[in-house]
């Protein structure tokens, strides 16, 4: 048994809007506050134009703030890009980078992920770093294989002491929003591979980094996802726009 805290993280992607960004926010703080996580640090990762409000509703609980993506560049003529200092200063402490959607529709390569979490390392917020094979390479046999290109990329230059601020998410592109998760054996097995890639990287800060599993867990599921091997919590979409499921993987851990 390990003594990492697990993370649970909401990525809320391109959901809500400022009345119902608020209601979300309130509906998990009540719902905590009732019954608080005992075992979780909790993460509400909302749109850029909602992160302060959020920051606000959750100011005073236990929970966190997180932005779903960052810029590589500290500041200047980027237009339409945020900068890892503005999301320091709405009160993030993390931010989601290389998510599978990023990469696909936006074009994100493995450097460019790893531009952005050492930006965010550089400037004090931890990166939730996603990887995960496309249907297609886990077909074709190569699950492994991408897995560990996009992590060793993506850690490529980061120190051991700085990797301890770094989460990771395995998120199998597959099951992103599927409604059916990878099954125990498939993220027991990609987790433990994360895992060993970590040991040979960091010998010493290996078995503080947490690994994460994303792809539809929802309430009925994440109990059983939560208690595999090396799954030390979830990054959450779907689900994590609907107070009482989102509250209830919380409860899961
Ligand atoms: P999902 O999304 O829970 O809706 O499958 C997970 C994610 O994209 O992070």
Redesign the pocket.
Known sequence: MSNRISLIAG?W?MNTELATARALADGIVERLREAPPKHAEVVLCAPFPFLGLVGERIEGTKLHLGAQTVSEEPSGAFTGEVSVAMLKSVGCEYVIVG???RRTMFAESDRDVREKANAALDGGLKPIICIGETKIEREDGRAEAVIERQLRTALDGIYEFSARSCVI?Y?PVW????GTPATGAQIAEAHAHIRSILQSLYPEAAEEIRVIY????NAANAREILALDNVDGA??????IDAEAFVTIVQSV
């Not at 994303?214 to 867990?217: L, R, Y």
């Open positions: 990525n992607k998510h599978s959607e998410a998120e099951a992103i929003g599927a994303g792809g539809s867990v990054l959450v979409g779907g689900a994590s």
